[in-house]
């Protein structure tokens, strides 16, 4: 998420995708995105995405460890 805000910043500024992915690598090293990533994302800003937070994926919803929910359980294992 880090290095998306960096990447989005450096669009804003006018800065090449090459440019925006050298500079995360000197400031990242081996953790730096790839090249190819940056250019996607300079690629969808371009094509207006302004929001840089992640789209919600399917999976287990975030509500799945309510206090109820944990509740149920630690009562399920001890009448096991």
């Not at 400031?27 to 937070?53: M, N, P, Q, T």
Request: aromatic content about 8%; glycine content about 4%; overall charge positive.
């Amino acid at each position: 998420m880090e290095q998306l805000a960096n990447i989005k910043f450096c669009f804003k500024l006018g800065k090449t995708a090459t440019e925006t992915h050298e500079m995360l690598v000197k400031l990242y090293g081996v953790d730096a995105v790839s090249k190819k990533c940056v250019f996607e994302w300079f690629k969808l800003f371009r094509d207006v995405k302004e929001d840089v937070r992640v789209e919600p994926r399917s999976g287990r919803p975030p509500t799945s460890t309510t206090p109820d929910n944990i509740e149920r359980v630690r009562r399920m294992l001890a009448d096991d």
